[in-house]
DNA sequence: AAAGGCTGCAACCGCTCCATA
DNA sequence: TTATGGAGCGGTTGCAGCCTT
């Protein structure tokens, strides 16, 4: 109760100190919640919020515990297969971010809803179009996600796409959700890590693959906006959104101007801003 | 250099579900 | 059966830091 009375001594009042705490929280406060749950336990999250003495509630000390202060969080950049795997889990489950989040080791259901709206629903904005619509779920599927493999596969020394493919485990053999490799999954090992994705996705990925008539027309020209990819000769990486990465990286109209060719050619009236 | 806008993320809110008395 | 409290979930907000003009 010290180091909490320590936290608030700048407390101008009473009856403000009566108050429950709420924003950002302190070091101290997380050194308070650290070792109060390595003592007892993550669980009856309000008697922690009253025995420790920090004055939040219950809920907020949960949330502070699973989103960053336990300690198998993972920390920096979502990877490929991580992304890959929010695309094809939220495809199937829609917005079910800690069913999400169970498949995804370390990660958080906050994090990965940011993710989908801070990324994601971003390119949908750009397309003009609602993350449920028609386009947005052909977008992903025909040219993101297999790109996301394609760029997965290519990183893991040296894996086929056959390899990958191989690696599909028997769907008749029982094993524990969510690991070891759930029956249906493809398993992904890159980087001490390993990453789970749904077997069904893996035919997308095949050498017929919507991936292959995406990279067959990379280059070609999207007319009607002043995009004149033409010019891009020597195109580099493709970025995660299926544009061009490095110093060619496309920029967000040009990624609107290629998707829009590519799915609704017919169509003039689309316009970015 | 400064101001305003934008982005990403941490945290909160309200609701639902579930266990227990 | 119903009331109550705790836990968990998805949606939303606030703000720090970055970017653009």
């Not at 919020?49 to 300690?71: D, E, F, Q």
């Not at 800690?98 to 390119?123: C, F, H, M």
């Not at 969510?178 to 029956?183: A, D, G, W």
């Amino acid at each position: 109760m010290e180091d909490y009375e320590r936290i608030n001594s700048n407390s101008p009042t009473h009856e403000e100190d009566s108050d429950v705490r709420k924003g950002p929280w302190t070091e101290e406060e997380d050194a308070i919640l650290v070792n109060f749950v390595s003592i007892h336990g993550d669980a009856r999250w309000n008697h922690i919020a009253r025995s420790s003495g920090l004055k939040r509630t219950g809920k907020s000390c949960r949330l502070r515990w699973l989103n960053y202060l336990r300690p198998d969080v993972r920390r920096g950049n979502i990877t490929l297969e991580e992304q890959f795997m929010i695309l094809k889990l939220h495809s199937l489950w829609g917005n079910r971010w800690s069913k999400i989040a169970q498949y995804l080791p370390g990660r958080t259901d906050n994090e990965i809803k940011n993710y989908w709206r801070t990324r994601v629903q971003k390119q949908a904005k750009h397309l003009r179009c609602d993350v449920n619509s028609n386009l947005f779920k052909e977008t992903m599927r025909n040219v993101w996600m297999p790109r996301l493999v394609e760029r997965i596969n290519a990183q893991s020394l040296p894996t086929t796409c056959e390899q990958v493919e191989s690696m599909i485990t028997d769907p008749s053999q029982p094993v524990n959700e969510p690991s070891p490799v759930e029956p249906g999954f493809v398993q992904f090992s890159q980087n001490h890590h390993q990453q789970f994705v749904p077997a069904t996705e893996l035919s997308a990925t095949s050498s017929n693959s919507p991936a292959e008539t995406f990279s067959d027309v990379r280059g070609g020209v999207v007319n009607g906006s002043g995009y004149d990819p033409s010019g891009q000769t020597g195109f580099g990486e493709f970025n995660d959104w299926g544009c061009v990465g490095g110093d060619n990286m496309w920029t967000d109209e040009e990624s609107f101007w290629f998707l829009q060719d590519q799915f609704c050619p017919d169509t003039t009236s689309y316009s970015y801003n």
